[in-house]
């Protein structure tokens, strides 16, 4: 039986459609599924809110707002306004949490504070919409190799400051392994971010040498690399927080796997590599 805390996150079975993710997760006696936009999307809301609600799953989070960073003008207003919609999206699937990613620097540009700086103003314009909708909105750090291109916020730490200011129902943090194993002050953040109330959510995966071709593509089911799941799990557990922990995994050979065969792979690997770590 598949443990009721883990969420399938929809990215790990990346080609199925939403009827085919909802049904398979299901099959596979999942109880949460984390979304992506464009399938619910091709779908329409309305539709994938119905979908949803008769499949029985619960949705651990959306995927993904941010991508915020450019400087003021249209691209950037018109950024602000998708992630107003998304806000209200992800309200209406009986979701609370919005995972960010911040984007990286704008085309042209070097300068990684103002790109930081943008991130904070986009937040302050966002955080009363948060609130309204019941949606705290979870910055992710990413691994540094993605500063430039995707995310300019490489620590827990640093989504913790930028996060700071607001109110932590409206601004939250993400915990992914893959992209904060490595960093030596993550216990302490992860402390941190526990005491400040800012966890929206765990998202597991791992990470392994040589990276792909495209590194995008390298996250690989826990317990086939490098991180200690022990250390990480029983800090966030000692938190208090309690939300569903979701597996995230880009990479290609999974995606071109049969969903159902990936959903029992990850149900196997969360069984042994994290499961003992967070008490039931």
Same mark, same amino acid.
Request: net charge negative; with cysteine.
């Given at each position: ?6 969420? *399938?996150? @929809? ?5 199925? !459609? ?12 999942? @109880? ?11 779908? +329409? ?5 119905? *979908?949803?609600? %008769?499949? #029985? /799953? ?11 960073? *450019?400087?003021? #003008? ?7 306004? %998708? ?8 309200? =209406? ?20 504070? #103002?790109?930081?700086?943008?991130? +904070? ?7 009363? !919409?948060? /609130? !309204? ?22 620590? /827990?730490? @640093?989504? /913790? ?23 030596? &002050?993550? &216990?302490?953040?992860?402390?941190? =971010? +526990? ?7 765990? &998202? ?17 089911? *826990?317990?086939? #690399? ?25 990479? &290609? ?21 994290? =499961? ?5």
């Amino acid at each position: 039986m598949t443990n009721p805390i883990l969420s *399938m996150n @929809q990215a790990t079975i990346k080609y199925a !459609d939403l009827a085919t993710a909802l049904r398979v997760c299901s099959e596979a006696g999942y @109880q949460s599924i984390g979304l992506w936009r464009e399938p619910v999307e091709e779908v +329409g809301l309305d539709t994938a809110v119905k *979908m949803v609600k %008769d499949s #029985g /799953l619960r949705v651990s989070t959306m995927c993904r707002g941010g991508f915020f960073t *450019m400087e003021e #003008g249209p691209a950037r207003r018109a950024s602000i306004d %998708d992630n107003r919609k998304l806000i209200e999206e992800t309200a =209406a699937l009986d979701c609370h949490v919005l995972v960010l990613v911040v984007g990286g620097l704008p085309e042209g540009s070097k300068d990684l504070t #103002g790109a930081r700086l943008r991130i +904070g103003e986009a937040l302050a314009e966002l955080e009363k !919409d948060a /609130l !309204d909708a019941g949606v705290t909105l979870a910055i992710e750090p990413l691994h540094p190799m993605y500063c430039t291109d995707r995310a300019c916020v490489s620590t /827990l730490g @640093q989504a /913790l400051d930028i996060a700071a200011p607001f109110n932590p129902k409206a601004v939250g943090v993400t915990v992914d392994t893959f992209h904060i194993f490595w960093d030596p &002050q993550v &216990q302490e953040s992860i402390a941190r =971010a +526990g005491r400040e109330g800012r966890i929206a959510t765990y &998202q597991v995966c791992d990470w392994k040498t040589p990276l792909e071709a495209d590194p995008l593509l390298s996250r690989h089911y *826990m317990g086939e #690399g490098v991180i200690d799941f022990k250390p990480l799990t029983e800090a966030v557990w000692n938190t208090g927080w309690r939300g569903d922990i979701e597996c995230e995994l880009f990479n &290609q050979k999974i995606w071109d796997t049969d969903p159902a065969v990936v959903a029992k792979k990850v149900s196997d690997a969360f069984d042994k590599e994290v =499961a003992p770590y967070w008490p039931l």
